[in-house]
């Protein structure tokens, strides 16, 4: 067996026990491989090992990895900050989107989706921890935005996506998802389309799920460290 598919398996099991301590089936929870700044030889690895959705950060980088790995069983996912000028590339490469935090980008992939592929999945980042530093919407402009993202037609509102601060002490990384978990629940009762909480990573992957995340993002964990000597500074 290769690490990574040991890796993966280990992430599963974590994923399934989290799911079994609050009564959750594992089943509702998607593992999303974040690849980032791995080669497309280990996508294609975790790939034969049965993993389906993949996150990269980088527009340029992912659009490389896609187009190498031309298998359209792969779902790609852009889960890093967006610039305008790299729109196109996303709305023309991936299925989802997660790091939507304006009005303005939206209407850029709603406009870029090519009319061949079906309706882009987004997701409305929200900045949850209250950082000035991080991206993502405060849960004050969130309906605001909702409105305006769901009458865009070539784009399909999923949900929303959170990149916590860092916490060491899971009561305190379950509070904080817990707060975007209740914004995910009124808003699924507001727009029929939205079914996915975008939350948890290698560390606090467990608090996540248990206040109901339904995917969560695994670099670290499933990978192994990452590599920033290589320049990945052109978003
Ligand atoms: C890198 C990254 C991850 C994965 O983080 P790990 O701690 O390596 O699991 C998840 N989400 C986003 C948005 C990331 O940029």
Known sequence: MTSIQHNLQQVRERISAAAARCGRDPAEITLLAVSKTKPAGAVAEAAAAGQRCFGENYVQEGVDKIQALGNSALEWHFIGPLQSNKSRLVAGNFSWCHTVDRLKIAA???????????????????????????????????????KEIVLLPRLTLRGLMSIPAPEADYARQLAVCQRLAAAFDA???????????????????????????????????IFGARDYGAAHNNN
């Open 187 to 221: 808003l699924k009762t507001d727009y029929p389309t939205v079914d996915t909480l975008s939350l948890g990573m290698s560390d606090d992957m467990e608090a996540a799920i248990a206040a109901g995340s339904t995917l969560v993002r695994i670099g670290t964990a």
């Open 108 to 146: 850029r992939l709603n406009e870029q989706r090519p009319a061949a592929l079906p309706p882009l999945n987004v997701l409305i980042q929200v900045n949850i921890s209250d950082e000035t530093s991080k991206s993502g919407i405060m849960l004050e402009e969130l309906n605001e935005l909702a």
